[in-house]
């Protein structure tokens, strides 16, 4: 069953409205970095790593 990216985005949009429901979205894949010639590269990695949900109030 697949959907018309259109009619995701629009079914997503109605639910993001309404506060009883919240709609998360994947991330687009960036485009590769590539350095120019001689220069300092570093790498990081940032990890979140949600375990409680969005009201940790009543996690259990």
Request: proline share 8%; aromatic share 4%.
């Amino acid at each position: 069953m697949l959907q018309d990216p259109i009619d995701l985005a629009a079914m997503a949009e109605a639910l993001s409205r309404s506060p009883d429901y919240r709609v998360l979205r994947r991330l687009v894949a960036r485009p590769r970095y590539v350095p120019t010639l001689g220069q300092d590269v570093r790498t990081g990695v940032l990890l979140d790593t949600e375990t409680t949900g969005s009201r940790p109030v009543h996690a259990s």
